[in-house]
């Protein structure tokens, strides 16, 4: 309920506070639009700022025109709420308007004037912090999503690369839902393959039967276009484009035109299928790419596609994701030896494969740790991935069978080893993580 009213001492002309059942009362006094009683507070309050910007711009006509928002709604506070005739208005005047607006708060015991319903609060509406939600759901530090938020203000665009299972596809798809405040319609997911063409992911032609029974080709507009034509239509919110497994397709031939209009969001381009027809990339749509590093055969970039991006890194020892699986498992009052195991095969992996190899900590993100879960864990998820990479050299393999890792790594799973640091712990979530 505070959280308006904290904002007011931040910015009080931008962000004013608003009380629920005042903001709905003023839409219909006004003609705007019902009370919309079934709105959650956050997009009240996210309503609210849109009519108080209709309000000034609709003022620049006036004697005296509004300032800002806190002008404007004080406005629309004092014609809801006064009981008192203004000076000036005469008595006829005075008797139309409150007959049209009704009684105002406090005048009748069910405050019918006020717009509010049984139950309803109608103290200051609190915004919901999305990013710190999505930071506790995640279990990694609200700094480290704000620098992400930060390189997709810059640029519009940023890839998350590292070896799987860290977590990227995870945090890709959570930090694009906090962006966009939990409205699915401004978000989408796609995943690229060897097989992705610039037709399914921009546009292209593709076959369609007519009434009369031929074949004939339709422009067919693929995700890229879909969610910016959208974004277009609605320039006052965010919309947010995730694109998992980015480096597995031939981006130059898929990403086409894309890679000029990403360069400059004011610049438009005459696409492959609409020579005639210029297309804009609109500023408010970002794309979070995620890149698995693991595949040396995939995970190479040109020039021309890491000028456009910003490359944040996700490694299991460094960076947001260091310690994660300590602070899950802390979190759930897990096995925190696991945590300890995972680290330290880890740092002797780092000198032997080298950093995009290690192990992602998702592989360990389970209910069941028991002994018997670990071996399944380690013998068919683990062991295959250390297997491929030390290929044809048997005497390193076999060290890292379960029985030789489990005699090698023992302080380390029994929490007798060296406790590493303490890193800061964010509150847990029900949220299970996904392998990237």
Same mark, same amino acid.
């Given at each position: ?41 956050? /997009? ?32 629309? &506070?004092?014609?809801? @709420? ?13 008797? &139309? ?41 995640? $279990? ?16 519009? &665009? ?7 299972? @860290?977590?990227?596809?995870?945090? #890709?798809?959570?930090? #694009? ?18 097989? @992705? ?16 029974? /031929? ?21 006052? $919110? &965010? ?26 969001? @004011? ?26 590093? =693991? ?48 680290? =330290? ?71 007798? #080893?060296?406790?590493?640091? #303490? ?14």
């Amino acid at each position: 309920e505070a959280g308006a009213w904290l904002l007011t001492a931040e910015d009080p002309a931008t962000l004013p506070p608003v009380r629920t059942g005042m903001a709905r009362k003023a839409w219909e006094l006004s003609g705007w639009g019902p009370g919309n009683d079934s709105l959650p507070a956050s /997009q009240v309050y996210e309503r609210a700022l849109i009519f108080l910007d209709e309000l000034m711009r609709d003022s620049g006509e006036w004697e005296s025109p509004l300032r800002d928002r806190l002008d404007a709604y004080a406005l629309l &506070q004092a014609l809801v @709420t006064c009981t008192a005739k203004p000076a000036g208005w005469p008595d006829e005047l005075w008797g &139309q308007f409150t007959a049209y607006r009704g009684p105002a708060p406090g005048q009748d015991s069910d405050e019918a004037g006020s717009g509010a319903k049984d139950g309803e609060d109608t103290g200051p509406v609190g915004l919901v912090d999305h990013i710190a939600a999505a930071a506790k759901d995640l $279990h990694t530090d609200r700094a480290a999503l704000d620098e992400i938020v930060e390189l997709l203000d810059d640029k519009g &665009q940023v890839v998350l690369y590292g070896p799987p299972g @860290t977590g990227k596809t995870h945090l #890709a798809v959570r930090l #694009a839902r906090a962006i966009t405040e939990a409205d699915r319609a401004r978000m989408a997911v796609v995943q690229f393959h060897p097989a @992705t063409s610039y037709e399914d992911f921009f546009e292209g032609l593709r076959p369609k039967v007519t009434d009369a029974g /031929q074949v004939t080709y339709v422009r067919t507009s693929g995700p890229l276009v879909v969610i910016a034509e959208k974004a277009a239509a609605d320039p006052t $919110h &965010q919309y947010v484009l995730v694109i998992d497994e980015i480096n597995r397709a031939n981006l130059p031939k898929v990403f086409g035109e894309l890679l000029f209009l990403m360069e400059d969001r @004011t610049e438009p381009a005459r696409t492959l299928y609409r020579p005639e027809e210029p297309f804009l990339l609109p500023g408010n749509l970002w794309f979070i790419g995620t890149m698995n590093t =693991a595949d040396r055969s995939v995970a190479i970039i040109d020039a021309a596609m890491r000028r456009r991006f910003h490359f944040v890194p996700f490694f299991p020892h460094d960076g947001p994701m260091k310690n994660l699986l300590r602070r899950w498992l802390g979190d759930r009052g897990g096995r925190i030896g696991v945590a300890d195991l995972l680290d =330290a095969v880890n740092e002797e992996l780092l000198t032997l494969v080298g950093e995009h190899l290690l192990i992602g900590p998702s592989h360990f993100m389970k209910t069941d740790l028991s002994d018997r879960a670990l071996v399944r864990i380690w013998t068919y998820n683990v062991f295959p991935l250390i297997e491929e990479q030390l290929w044809g050299d048997r005497d390193a393999i076999a060290q890292w069978r379960w029985d030789r890792v489990r005699e090698r790594f023992a302080a380390a799973l029994s929490g007798t #080893a060296a406790q590493p640091a #303490a890193a800061s712990t964010p509150e847990g979530s029900s949220d299970e993580p996904s392998p990237a």
